[in-house]
């Protein structure tokens, strides 16, 4: 159909009528402005109107349809051609609409996804740049109590306490360095100052500058034949370094590690820290082990010597009445790198008639404790699940020269000499 056509037709027989737009709509119940819009082309009466225009304008449907007044059978064959022809286009028209709609909402999903994608990458690359950036906080007392008041908020990272327990090592998210001098720096980009009484430095490495500094080496080492004289590799966060231990160290070994390895002032060489580890090591206990033992009760507890400069035999109370002492322990070939956790591999079982609460009677909650390496406790007494309920903590010390008479009356009992160290097994890995 030809609105334009439509549309001026219409004009001409209401004018003919003598009938003003305004008279004209009122005749068909609707508004001027949609008169005005049928005799413009700009659109089409609803069908349900048409009967009511011809009869006021003195016309045939068909006539109304082609835009102009014949009656013949032509005109009204061409008439319904009209009507098919209009209903084809206004279905296109509708395709074409939903087809646009679609590859629209489409596209808008694609960038959202994208805008999704890209500020999840913005923000990786933020913490990726940012993440556990350190300081160092003096004064560790004050510290402490201003954290524990809650004057200061959770950091997201870790926090370490120094081996002269006189420093804090803090960890913390933050979006830029202060400007040095002042008390502020951002933490989840909230602005907020510390306690004055609290010393802050800044160091000058991030956790993830050591930690990528440490798995390059890592790497190599893992993947290439033993170094030899090399002891170990740790992150010290103290020190702001990754810390590569020899048992002897020289100006070769030392060129020969940063041509092959890496060369970095992240790097710290440092010597013979294992070598007295080696020779304490020496008291290993002898009784024959077998498997670890699959079948007890639940855990009590745990208790072990607080040296940790080997790796001791360890005893766990169970609640059926046996023990079981763990006498041997996985780990790497010698001068061999290698990231393991304890694993004991043997143990020897027995039975025990004690009530073992009353060790803790004469122990001290670890709760708030910290023990540096040169006072570190002579017991701990790790707690299974029910006692940790019942206490309200994870574990008890026996401090260092103190007396535990009930300990004692228990390892004379079963006899057993928790200062033994405990038996290695190599693995080949």
Same mark, same amino acid.
């Given at each position: 159909?030809?609105?334009?056509?439509?549309?001026?037709?219409?004009?001409?027989?209401?004018?003919?009528?003598?009938?003003?737009?305004?008279?004209?709509?009122?005749?068909?119940?609707?508004?001027? $402005?949609?008169?005005?819009?049928?005799?413009? *082309?700009?659109?089409?009466?609803?069908?349900?109107?048409? +009967?009511?225009?011809?009869?006021?304008?003195?016309?045939?449907?068909?006539?109304?349809?082609? *835009?102009?007044?014949?009656?013949?059978?032509?005109?009204?064959?061409?008439?319904?051609?009209?009507?098919?022809?209009?209903?084809?286009?206004? +279905?296109?028209?509708?395709?074409?609409?939903?087809?646009?709609?679609?590859?629209?909402?489409?596209?808008?999903?694609?960038?959202?996804?994208?805008?999704?994608?890209?500020?999840?990458?913005?923000?990786?690359?933020?913490?990726?740049?940012?993440?556990?950036?350190?300081?160092?906080?003096? $004064?560790?007392?004050?510290?402490?109590?201003?954290?524990?008041?809650?004057?200061?908020?959770?950091?997201? *990272?870790?926090?370490?306490?120094?081996?002269?327990?006189?420093?804090?090592?803090?960890?913390?998210?933050?979006?830029?360095?202060?400007?040095?001098?002042?008390?502020?720096?951002?933490?989840?980009?909230?602005?907020?100052?510390?306690? @004055?009484?609290?010393?802050?430095?800044?160091?000058?490495?991030?956790?993830?500058?050591?930690?990528?500094?440490? $798995?390059?080496?890592n790497d190599y080492l893992l993947t290439n034949e033993p170094i030899k004289e090399l002891n170990s590799v740790s992150i010290d966060v103290y020190k702001n370094r990754v810390v590569v231990d020899f048992v002897e160290l020289t100006e070769d070994i030392?060129?020969?590690?940063?041509?092959?390895?890496?060369?970095?002032?992240?790097?710290?060489?440092?010597?013979?820290?294992?070598?007295?580890?080696?020779?304490? %090591?020496?008291?290993?206990?002898?009784?024959?082990?077998? /498997?670890?033992? @699959?079948?007890?009760?639940?855990?009590?507890?745990?208790?072990?010597?607080?040296?940790?400069?080997?790796?001791?035999?360890?005893?766990?109370?169970? /609640?059926?009445?046996?023990?079981?002492?763990?006498?041997?322990?996985?780990? %790497?070939?010698?001068?061999?790198? %290698?990231?393991?956790?304890?694993?004991?591999? @043997?143990?020897?079982?027995?039975?025990?008639?004690?009530?073992?609460?009353?060790?803790?009677?004469?122990?001290?909650?670890?709760?708030?404790?910290?023990?540096?390496?040169?006072?570190?406790?002579?017991?701990?007494?790790?707690?299974?699940?029910?006692?940790?309920?019942?206490?309200?903590?994870?574990?008890?010390?026996?401090?260092?020269?103190?007396?535990?008479?009930?300990? /004692?009356?228990?390892?004379?009992?079963?006899?057993? /000499?928790?200062?033994?160290?405990?038996?290695?097994?190599?693995?080949?890995?």
């Open positions: 159909m030809d609105q334009e056509k439509i549309g001026k037709f219409i004009s001409k027989l209401r004018k003919d009528k003598k009938l003003t737009q305004e008279q004209f709509s009122e005749k068909m119940g609707v508004s001027t $402005n949609a008169v005005s819009k049928w005799e413009r *082309g700009i659109s089409f009466p609803d069908v349900s109107l048409l +009967k009511k225009i011809c009869n006021e304008l003195d016309i045939s449907i068909e006539e109304l349809i082609n *835009g102009e007044k014949n009656n013949s059978e032509e005109a009204k064959e061409k008439a319904v051609f009209n009507v098919i022809e209009s209903r084809n286009k206004t +279905k296109k028209r509708l395709k074409t609409i939903i087809t646009v709609s679609l590859l629209f909402i489409l596209t808008l999903i694609v960038l959202s996804t994208l805008l999704y994608k890209n500020k999840e990458k913005e923000i990786d690359n933020f913490y990726e740049k940012n993440y556990q950036m350190s300081f160092v906080a003096r $004064n560790i007392e004050a510290f402490l109590k201003y954290r524990y008041d809650g004057k200061y908020p959770d950091y997201y *990272g870790g926090m370490y306490i120094s081996n002269d327990a006189n420093n804090v090592i803090v960890e913390i998210v933050k979006e830029k360095l202060p400007v040095k001098g002042t008390r502020e720096f951002y933490y989840y980009n909230e602005l907020f100052t510390v306690d @004055k009484s609290i010393k802050i430095e800044y160091v000058k490495y991030s956790y993830n500058d050591l930690s990528d500094t440490y $798995n390059k080496i030392k060129n020969n590690f940063k041509e092959k390895i890496i060369d970095s002032d992240l790097v710290m060489f440092t010597t013979g820290s294992k070598l007295s580890i080696k020779n304490k %090591c020496t008291n290993s206990y002898n009784k024959l082990a077998t /498997d670890i033992l @699959k079948e007890h009760g639940n855990l009590l507890m745990s208790i072990n010597v607080g040296n940790k400069s080997y790796v001791p035999i360890s005893l766990s109370l169970y /609640d059926d009445g046996t023990y079981e002492l763990f006498t041997a322990y996985e780990s %790497c070939m010698p001068n061999r790198n %290698c990231n393991m956790i304890l694993k004991y591999t @043997k143990s020897i079982k027995g039975k025990y008639n004690y009530d073992i609460e009353k060790i803790l009677s004469e122990s001290k909650n670890a709760n708030n404790l910290s023990f540096d390496m040169d006072n570190l406790p002579e017991y701990e007494i790790t707690l299974g699940e029910s006692l940790i309920n019942k206490y309200n903590t994870l574990s008890f010390v026996v401090e260092k020269n103190k007396n535990n008479k009930y300990l /004692d009356e228990l390892l004379n009992l079963i006899d057993i /000499d928790l200062n033994k160290c405990a038996n290695v097994e190599y693995v080949n890995e």
